[in-house]
């Protein structure tokens, strides 16, 4: 079964630029969707078809998707965006295991 | 505004039957594929199985193949979730969502959550 690998955390301090990987065979010959999970919440969705971003998502968020690598970026990381974060394959539906985002 | 409300968690014994349930408003409900998704405790995310406008097509992830079933009924704006034979790792969150019609648009709204626990 396929499979997606993602680091468990990554730390950003405030302004600073947050990048968060996903990883899978091929992966940039598949459609890649990313969501932000703040505790107690459900997810959203902050990145779809690898780049675009949905209404009302800010533009420090993007995406990009090569080779067997996926990013998530955030640019200019505010406190806020402290959430856990999951990459997702469309075409099956697999998701990556998460990453928690710590801003400090 | 576009809701959706799950409801029909709860505790049920290991072998037992649960039907979850999804209200669904402030979108064409008939034109939308949707999924239910959910999350173990303190884990990630899992699909769980997802159904085309008509209902003419499921699918349903390998955990729950056999065990699962997913439905809709388009007059009432509603999704099922039918989860037969149920186990302890069955235990998580369970989400109502919608598929974005975008091509490979992901999945754009997402319910509250309905909590199933299967415990003896």
């Known amino acids: 079964s396929y499979e997606l690998s993602q680091p468990p955390s990554v730390s950003v301090s405030p302004g600073q630029t947050a990048s968060i990987t996903c990883s899978g065979d091929?992966?940039?010959?598949?459609?890649v969707c990313w969501y932000q999970q703040k505790p107690g919440q459900s997810p959203v969705l902050v990145i779809y078809q690898d780049t675009k971003r949905p209404s009302g998502i800010p533009e420090r968020f993007s995406g990009s998707n090569s080779g067997n690598t996926a990013t998530l970026t955030i640019s200019g990381t505010h406190v806020m965006d402290e959430a856990d974060y999951y990459c997702q394959t469309w075409d099956i539906k697999v998701f990556g295991g998460g990453t928690k985002l710590t801003v400090l | 505004e576009v809701q959706l409300v799950d409801s029909g968690g709860g505790l049920v014994q290991p072998g037992g039957s649960l039907r979850l349930s999804c209200a669904t408003s402030?979108?064409?409900?008939?034109?939308?594929?949707m999924s239910w998704v959910r999350q173990a405790p303190r884990k990630g995310l899992e699909w769980v199985a997802d159904?085309?406008?008509?209902?003419?097509?499921?699918y349903h992830g390998n955990s729950v193949k056999g065990r699962f079933t997913i439905s809709r009924d388009n007059a009432k704006n509603s999704l099922f979730l039918q989860m037969n034979s149920l186990r302890v790792e069955d235990t998580a969150v369970y989400y109502c969502v919608r598929e974005s019609v975008a091509p490979w648009g992901g999945f754009d709204y997402w319910g509250q959550g309905t909590l199933v626990t299967v415990s003896s």
């Open positions: 159904i085309k406008q008509d209902g003419s097509e499921k």
């Open positions: 402030g979108f064409m409900f008939s034109a939308y594929w």
């Open positions: 091929k992966l940039g010959d598949k459609p």
